[in-house]
Nanobody
């Protein structure tokens, strides 16, 4: 069984920074991509950023230049450095691990979510 454990959320003032971490544990052979999604109240879950095992990254337009995603393949851990935070970044942030290969069939996994609140 694969588990994703997130940490680093919290309350921050506009213009501040936070760093999210997500560690995948279990009998993992490989993970194709890891990323972060977010869901604000009353809105659909949206992609924030992803990074592949080869280091390729993808960001939603609203966070480009402010957020940086990185990954430690040896630790099966993904990070999201969030700078210049805005109130509209407030959401529950979910970690995703895509195409996780274990002893069974490859599949995707989700973390439990961590709250990020940007407010003065």
């Amino acid at each position: 069984q694969v588990q994703l454990v997130e940490s680093g959320g919290g309350l921050v003032q506009p213009g501040g920074s936070l760093r999210l971490s997500c560690a995948a544990s279990g009998s993992i052979f490989s993970i194709y991509a890891m990323g972060w999604y977010r869901q604000a109240p009353g809105k659909q879950r949206e992609l924030v950023a992803t990074v592949t095992s080869g280091g390729g990254t993808n960001y939603t337009d609203s966070v480009k230049g402010r957020f940086t995603i990185s990954r430690d393949n040896a630790k099966n851990t993904v990070y999201l450095q969030m700078n210049s935070l805005k109130p509209e970044d407030t959401a529950v942030y979910y970690c995703n691990a895509a195409r996780v290969r274990t002893t069974g069939r490859a599949r995707d996994y989700w973390g439990q979510g961590t709250q990020v609140t940007v407010s003065s």
